[in-house]
């Protein structure tokens, strides 16, 4: 059974508006003031609750104002690919640098969050916004569009989560543009929260989908079971992974995914961390740690898996260690293929759990 395809259908949707209109797209004649007020007043740096506090009421209540982009900084997104330092940071633009009319801008750009100074985070794409703009962006910025997946693997952990967001959700905005109730065409908010359908008046939320993933290793804890995709890197082994069936909860669904992919019994299962990731579409990545029980007998589903092997803590220690060291050989390596055994770039939440295990 193809899981991927089957679970992926069945998809579960974690936030599934049925919110009636309550919630106000950008009003240019509309103040900010409590936002306006709360920034100045504070000055230096807020707090996670109040932070979140003032993002709540951009979205929920007083939208998107031209002040408030103002006081933000934009990561700008050209073709799916984010722009970028050298160093592989943001490179964080002011609204005036991109040099466009307020109402172009929010029709394509989206509220990321807000950093710890009190400045908010916009994600924003310019390729509606003139042949020049790519140019003008570069010449202001001094910083260059980068493959986005290349983006996930050398970003800071929070930046990469930033970016991930605001590829997710775009994507969402591009595929969700009507109504799924009534066929009509829906409407983005200022925020890029939500869509509202004006004629029904229901309210849709960008969805996600649950992904178990999970680092196997025998009872004797010497050994840790990797497997790889045909779509995998050459030489590339990483974590079992699938969708997270309807109806199952999480441990259900790494027994099931064990069982079907590589025909081992599952022991016990520990959540470790999880992480949003936006390929192909947007999913919540949760990983964990799993013990089988290592006697039976490997019994690979082919069509899921071009192989599965034990390899020793050893073997995946030098790997995890060179990929640490060397982090853009890895990622050429990825590129161009590779005879070598390798596991997951950093980046990926299997990189985390397989640094997790051999640290523990
Ligand atoms: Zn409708």
């Known amino acids: 059974m193809n899981s991927r395809n089957v679970c992926h259908s069945l998809a579960v949707a974690l936030r599934f508006g049925t919110t009636k209109l309550n919630r106000s797209g950008w009003n240019p004649s509309r103040r900010c003031n409590s936002i306006s007020s709360m920034s100045g007043q504070l000055g230096g740096q807020l707090s996670y609750v109040q932070r979140m506090k003032m993002l709540q009421n951009l ?5 998107i104002t031209e002040e408030v982009i103002r006081k933000g900084k934009c990561l700008v997104y050209y073709k799916g690919d984010p722009l970028l ?42 390729v509606g916004f003139g042949k020049e703009s790519k140019q003008a962006v570069l010449s202001k910025s ?12 050398m970003m800071p952990t929070y930046e990469a989560s930033l970016a991930s967001k605001a590829k997710a ?9 009507h109504c799924a109730k009534c066929g009509s065409p829906s409407v983005r908010n200022s925020t890029a929260s939500c869509r509202t359908c004006h ?15 999970v680092l196997v290793a025998d009872t004797t804890k010497s050994n840790l079971l990797l497997v790889r995709q045909g779509r995998h890197p050459k030489g590339m082994y990483s974590c079992i992974a699938g969708y997270v069936d309807s109806g199952e909860t999480l441990e259900e669904g790494i027994r099931r995914e064990v069982a079907e992919e590589v025909g081992l019994t599952v022991l016990s299962v520990d959540y470790k961390a999880s992480q949003h990731w936006s390929f192909p579409t947007s999913n919540l990545m949760i990983g964990c740690h799993a013990i089988v029980n290592g006697n039976e007998t490997l019994d690979v589903d082919t069509s899921e898996l071009e192989d599965a092997r034990w390899f020793s803590v050893e073997e995946v220690r030098r790997s995890l260690d060179s990929i640490k060291t060397n982090p853009l050989e890895t990622m050429s390596a990825i590129k161009e293929g590779t005879d070598q055994f390798f596991v997951p770039p950093r980046g990926t939440l299997a990189h985390s759990l397989i640094d997790a295990w051999l640290s523990g």
């Open 59 to 63: 979205r929920e209540k007083t939208g």
């Open 85 to 126: 330092t050298e160093n592989f940071s943001i490179a964080w633009m002011d609204f005036d640098d991109l040099q466009v009319e307020p109402k172009l801008f929010l029709e394509n750009a989206m509220l990321l969050g807000m950093a710890e100074r009190g400045e908010f985070q916009f994600a924003v794409q310019i």
């Open 142 to 153: 001094q910083g260059s569009f980068t493959d986005f997946r290349l983006s996930l693997m």
């Open 169 to 177: 959700i775009f994507n969402w905005h591009r595929r969700n543009t």
């Open 199 to 213: 004629k029904c008046e229901e309210v849709w939320y960008p969805t996600l989908s649950p992904v178990g993933i």
